[in-house]
């Protein structure tokens, strides 16, 4: 007697299947030729992890491959409407203005890969940052950020004290820098903001 391997198959409509993975190392064959409605050769395709994972019935036919116009259509529109065609004035690098940005950082040093990766925080031409928790105001390379010259006011490690102030010297001079135990201030002037109406 002997023994042959078996191994189970299951077959499913692309409709049934619509949402569903073919975890690896699993394998799926397809039959391109049967698609009859638009996205179905998308959905038929894109249910696996890697291309290892998939064959294909027969022929590869390219008249299969079609996107529905409606959707299309309103992929224009979201498009049109979107924040990447219109962008806030925040975002408007065009309008003429100047920016303000605030935050309580709580600890600098900890979340500055964080500040340098925001980028609507980094729109402002100034850069208001309060709760550094930092020792002293001595500048660390780690603290910089391109574009910006940065000015510290700080008080010791404790929580709820400290200001980084990041600011284009372009458009900002600094001022006065006044440190109490529950106060720091900075004072920073600017020719721009005279200009504003």
Known sequence: MYQFP???????????????NVLKPNKIAVDLRTV??????????????????????GCLPEKKFRTNMK?????????????NHNPSKWLSLKID???????NCH????KITDIKNDSYLLCGDIICLSETW???????????IDGFKLHLNSFGKERGKG??????????????????PT???????SVDLGKLR
């Open 6 to 20: 078996i191994v189970v198959c299951f077959a499913a409509t692309t409709h049934k299947f619509q949402g569903g």
């Open 36 to 57: 009859f409605e638009d996205a179905m050769t998308y959905v038929m395709l894109s249910r696996v992890q890697a291309k290892a994972q998939l064959f294909i019935v």
């Open 71 to 83: 959707c299309l259509e309103e992929l224009e529109k979201l498009k049109k409407r979107s924040i």
């Open 97 to 103: 203005s100047t920016r303000v940005s605030i935050l």
């Open 107 to 110: 600890s600098l040093a900890h």
């Open 134 to 144: 930092l020792s002293d105001d001595i500048a660390k390379p780690e603290l910089d």
């Open 163 to 180: 200001l980084a102030i990041y600011y284009r010297d372009a458009k900002f001079a600094e001022g006065a820098k006044i440190k109490f």
């Open 183 to 189: 106060l720091q201030i900075s004072c920073f002037s």
